[in-house]
Structure formats: C-alpha cells, structure tokens
C-alpha cells in the first residue's frame, strides 16, 4: 500500500504552519521523500517532538480549466474616421523638475541648471565661511585635537598634585569633595580652553 504524500506548501497547510516553517521541521529531521511529505510519519515525527498540529483535511488542488478563447472579430471592410487630437496637456507647474529623456541622457537645459546649482551652492560656502557660520572640517579637527590633549595633560597631572592631600584623609566624604573641587577645577579649565592654532 502506497504512504500518503504531500508537498511541503499542502503539508504546512494541513498541520497549520507556514512551509518556512515546514522546510524549518525538515531541516531538523521531519520525513521527506522524493520532495514530498509522508503524512502519516511527518504528523508521528511531530507528535514525537511535542509540536502541536492542527488536523485540517487538505485535498489536492483541483487543476483549473482555462477559458476558451473568445473568436476574433472580423476586420471592418471600411476605416473609421479619425477622432480628433486631444488638447495638449497643461504646462509644466513652476517648481516641479522636469522629467528626464527615456533614453537617460542628460539633456543641455538639465546639464547647465545643475551646473548652475553647483556654482549657486559653491558661492552660498563662501559666503557663510566668510561671515563665520561656517568653519571648514580641518579647523575643527584641529580645535579638537588640542582640546583632547589639553585635557590629557590636566588629567595627568592630578595623581600627582593629589596624592599627598589625599594620603593625609581617612575621612571618605572629605576625599569625595577634593575629588569634586578637582573636577569642577578641570572642567572650569576645558570650558575655557581656546585653541593657539
């Protein structure tokens, strides 16, 4: 007697899973023969694993009939008169781009208003450097780089200028509040930290 078989997609179908969930099961070791599911084993192989399952009945898929072509019409002994041109579509609205050829050239009009833009925002740096709004990425690496070293060299030096303040107390609150007077002494110091460059 010939087992039960079913694709993974009715498989999952009947046992109320997904087939990424059923390709999941065969990976892990569900029956597959020849690219189909044995019913019966695949459902004992889950039972063994403690999945649960739906019993839904799947029936095969009924294979569709396709529609019978319709007949062609017969062509017209005589031509129809032509209807008349639509009218010409509005004007492009002010401010939307124009769309580009189907051929994905630029076109001369397209090529000289991105040059234009280019030469626009070129000019609009110049001015807002000028003016001081806008400072150019070297500067700031260079600001920030002597900020971080001015910072090493602060927080290096207070092992040193601390430790016999600090070996002196026992008492822990007192220790807390040197620390804090330091601190607060440091970040006064970098907040005011302007670059010689």
Same mark, same amino acid.
């Given at each position: ?7 993974? +997609? ?6 109320? %899973? ?11 070791? $569900?029956? $597959? ?50 209807? =008349? =041109? ?22 001369? =009009? ?14 609009? &740096?110049?001015? /807002?450097?000028? %003016?001081?709004? /806008? ?30 303040? &600090?070996?002196?107390? +026992? ?8 620390? /804090? ?5 440091? &970040?006064?110091?970098? +907040?005011?930290?302007?670059? =010689?460059?």
């Amino acid at each position: 007697m010939k087992t039960a078989t079913l694709s993974k +997609s009715a498989f999952a179908t009947s046992i109320g %899973k997904s087939p990424a969930m059923v390709t999941k099961y065969i990976a892990r070791g $569900l029956p $597959l023969t020849d690219g189909h599911v044995p019913v019966a084993e695949a459902r004992q192989w889950l039972e063994d694993q403690g999945i649960t399952i739906s019993d839904r009945v799947v029936e095969p898929p009924k294979k569709r009939e396709r529609p019978k072509a319709k007949p062609k019409k017969k062509a017209l002994a005589r031509k129809r008169p032509r209807k =008349a =041109a639509a009218p010409k579509a509005p004007a492009r609205p002010p401010g939307r781009p124009r769309k580009k050829p189907p051929t994905g050239e630029e076109t001369m =009009a397209d090529a000289v208003r991105r040059k234009e833009i280019a030469v626009a925002n070129k000019h609009e &740096l110049d001015y /807002q450097t000028k %003016k001081g709004s /806008q400072v150019s990425v070297t500067e700031v690496n260079a600001f920030v780089a002597g900020m971080i070293i001015e910072a090493r060299d602060i927080l290096l030096r207070v092992p040193g200028e601390l430790r016999d303040r &600090l070996a002196k107390e +026992s008492d822990p609150a007192n220790v807390e509040a040197m620390l /804090q007077v330091e601190v607060d002494r440091i &970040l006064g110091r970098l +907040s005011e930290f302007q670059n =010689a460059a």
